[in-house]
């Protein structure tokens, strides 16, 4: 039980982390979008979509972190 509990200890923080940075995120991402709501009171609502050259520059970044993450556990 002693080998695994670092395992598990790692994967709860990390899972707590990525929960906390999701919602910080999506926080970021509401409150961005209420000032636009906000700006454009008198317009019509639609819903608004997240063209792919928008996520792409995101999905990028979020793969880089995940591999400088990933190299923290190679040794010296």
């Given amino acids: 039980m002693g080998e695994d509990s670092w395992k598990n200890r790692t ?13 910080g995120a999506a926080m ?6 209420e000032n636009e709501l906000e700006k454009a009171r008198d317009k019509p609502l639609t819903r608004k979509k997240i ?16 591999r400088q993450i990933a190299r923290l556990a190679e040794r010296d």
């Fill in 28 to 33: 970021l991402y509401i409150r961005a979008e």
């Fill in 51 to 66: 063209a792919p050259g928008t996520a792409l520059p995101i999905a990028i970044g979020v793969l880089g972190v995940m």
């Fill in 11 to 23: 994967m709860i923080v990390g899972g707590v982390l990525g929960t906390l940075i999701g919602i």
